[in-house]
């Protein structure tokens, strides 16, 4: 598990990008976007299945993982928004196809509607895409980001934990919550994960989710069961609002189904991204 990393970079409006690819260059691209507080390293087993079909693209988003955190970074929505589509032109990439998870999700839907980046499919896992979201702690982190970032080390550490343990239905592996947290630690760390929860800002999910009906892909919404960050009731009624979505629920996940049951969320993205859901 300790063996993910990203050897390429990029620079961005945002800050530089830490990247990478896997499988064969010649196959049809699929691109992931990781979710909040996580990376791509939550992709891992998924973007390795998927690389025997696929090439596959990963990254960090800035502000996250491995990529640049910086003070005064802008890590907001509308940000990773324009360097999601940046990157595709970077990469070349005309119509690959888009697997986005929680806050990914946002972005990939702002990345199509509000910048006309081109998608063969569009996948989205528990993406945070409906108003009203954000947890109570979220919101009240929201409101004092610079309180939090003055937290004793260990003391936020220990709440970091906490706070990325419930994603999860089952329970993480020590060694994954270990990885997951530690990119939010030390003196970089944790003001950045202050920093990425006070830019938050629900208007930015506001701005796209009356253009939902807009969408002329193939979309797949799949939802953890399980998920105590998003109720997958959220996903049904996403799928009630894109045309012809398909609403895929996988028993026994949270809100990680990468790390939850990621045998079954890569069957059914195979079968979507193969074209046979």
Not at 148 to 166: G, I, K
Not at 271 to 277: I, M, V
Request: aromatic letters at 10%.
């Amino acid at each position: 598990m300790s063996n993910w990393r990203l050897t390429r970079t990029v620079d961005t409006l945002a800050g530089t990008v830490r990247w990478d690819r896997l499988g064969d260059p010649g196959a049809p691209a699929v691109v992931l976007l990781h979710g909040t507080p996580f990376s791509s390293y939550v992709w891992r087993a998924v973007a390795r299945s998927l690389a025997h079909r696929f090439q596959v693209f990963v990254w960090d988003m800035p502000g996250y993982g491995t990529s640049e955190m910086s003070e005064g970074q802008d890590v907001s929505l509308a940000a990773q928004g324009r360097v999601f589509r940046a990157l595709l032109d970077h990469w070349e990439l005309e119509r690959p196809s888009v697997v986005a998870h929680d806050f990914g999700g946002a972005v990939a839907l702002r990345a199509r509607l509000l910048h006309g980046a081109p998608y063969r499919r569009l996948a989205l896992v528990d993406p945070v895409a409906l108003a009203p979201w954000g947890s109570p702690f979220f919101r009240l982190v929201g409101e004092h980001p610079h309180v939090f970032e003055q937290l004793p080390p260990a003391l936020h550490r220990a709440l970091v934990r906490e706070y990325v343990s419930s994603a999860s239905s089952p329970g993480l592996h020590p060694a994954t919550l270990d990885r997951l947290v530690e990119p939010w630690t030390g003196e970089r760390g944790q003001p950045a994960f202050y920093r990425q929860i006070g830019q938050a800002d629900q208007r930015f999910t506001d701005e796209v989710q009356p253009r939902y009906g807009e969408l002329d892909l193939p979309v797949l919404v799949c939802w953890g069961e399980d998920d105590a960050w998003i109720p997958a009731a959220k996903g049904r009624e996403l799928a009630e609002a894109v045309p012809g979505a398909r609403l895929r629920l996988i028993p026994g996940a949270g809100h990680l189904v990468q790390e939850d049951a990621p045998a079954e969320l890569t069957a059914a993205l195979v079968d979507f991204l193969d074209g046979r859901d």
